[in-house]
């Protein structure tokens, strides 16, 4: 079992910049890919970026490639997302989710495990 609850969410001007954390219960995170996804209002949930067991492999939307990373810090249980020229269609809140499946990281529904999510705002 893993519990998940992100931080890190709020209003940002566009082309600022944000971290997002994920802090993780268990003692078992490292074995587990980590993503990020978001969702809007009317949407539905979209992959945002994900990083593999021990970070040996990260995966990025083309919305999000170039200006975001994935790092995670097996010893603080903890995993970010840093997002940079931030737009206002950036804004969403913000799921990270936990899976052991090796299959396809973009599909929410192989992800076992998730959080309630934090809310980005980006203003124009």
């Known amino acids: 079992q893993v519990q998940l609850v992100e931080s890190g969410g709020g209003l940002v001007q566009a082309g600022g910049s944000l971290r997002l954390s994920c802090a993780a219960s268990?003692?078992?995170?490292?074995?587990?890919?980590m993503a990020w996804f978001r969702q809007s209002p009317g949407k539905e949930r979209e992959f945002v970026a994900a990083?593999?067991?021990?970070?040996?492999?990260?995966y990025y939307a083309d919305s999000a490639k170039d200006r975001s990373t994935i790092p995670r810090d097996d010893a603080k249980n903890t995993m970010y997302l840093q997002m940079n020229i931030l737009k206002p269609e950036d804004t969403a809140v913000y799921y990270c989710?936990?899976?052991?499946?090796?299959?396809?990281?973009?599909?929410?529904?192989?992800?076992?495990?998730w959080g309630q999510g934090t809310q980005v705002t980006v203003s124009s």
């Open positions: 990083i593999t067991r021990s970070g040996r492999s990260t």
């Open positions: 989710a936990a899976t052991l499946s090796s299959l396809d990281y973009t599909r929410p529904g192989l992800y076992n495990y």
């Open positions: 268990g003692r078992t995170f490292s074995y587990y890919t």
